[in-house]
């Protein structure tokens, strides 16, 4: 089964594809990279270019999930919350129109599946993606981190799901 955890972001949305070769074996590294908008567009155009290049990681990766973080919402951030909102619609509609099943989690509940610690700091999630796949060097930027986390824990749940 094929993982494509997406992180949201209006500037960078970063990505991370992980394979889970049986329901007992570890994820492992597809890819992971970020999507670059410009932020001198207006918001319309970059969410088009955000579903015009995620459709096109859709397409040459081919997943089987999509995985995206599930609003958090604070009332001192209540704008970032709403356009993160946006980016979080765009996601969904390029899994919906690629057929994809979407799983979201709480950011958590990611980082507790790949740190033991659900207040796990951006350093701490880089350092345990890493370690975890067995990469010379942590996923940079957080956001490419973020992601695989986010596949990561799609993962080890379809496996808790499947094993039970």
Same mark, same amino acid.
């Given at each position: 089964?094929r ?9 960078l !949305?970063?990505?991370?594809c ?9 994820p ?8 670059? /908008? ?6 319309p155009?970059r969410?088009?270019?955000?579903d015009?290049? /995620? ?15 599930q ?9 970032t919350?709403?356009l993160m ?11 919906g129109?690629?057929?994809?099943p979407?799983d979201?989690? @709480?950011? !958590?509940e990611v980082?507790?599946a790949?740190?033991?610690h659900?207040?796990? !700091? ?7 993606? @890493?370690?975890q ?6 996923p940079?930027?957080p956001?490419?981190a973020?992601?695989i986390?986010? +596949?990561?824990? +799609? ?6 799901? !499947?094993?039970?």
């Amino acid at each position: 089964m094929r993982y494509l955890g997406i992180d949201p972001g209006l500037r960078l !949305t970063g990505y991370g594809c992980v394979d889970l070769m049986d329901h007992l074996g570890e994820p492992v590294l597809v890819e992971g990279g970020v999507l670059r /908008l410009n932020p001198k567009d207006s918001l319309p155009n970059r969410l088009a270019d955000l579903d015009r290049d /995620l459709s096109a990681v859709i397409d040459e990766l081919k997943p089987d999930r999509l995985v995206v973080e599930q609003v958090f919402s604070h009332v001192h951030r209540a704008r970032t919350a709403i356009l993160m909102g946006h980016a979080r619609g765009v996601i969904l509609l390029a899994g919906g129109r690629h057929g994809l099943p979407v799983d979201e989690f @709480a950011a !958590t509940e990611v980082k507790r599946a790949v740190t033991g610690h659900g207040h796990a !700091t951006k350093a701490q999630v880089q350092a345990s993606v @890493a370690s975890q796949l067995g990469l010379q060097q942590v996923p940079d930027p957080p956001d490419v981190a973020d992601a695989i986390a986010l +596949a990561i824990c +799609a993962a080890r749940r379809n496996v808790e799901l !499947t094993s039970s």
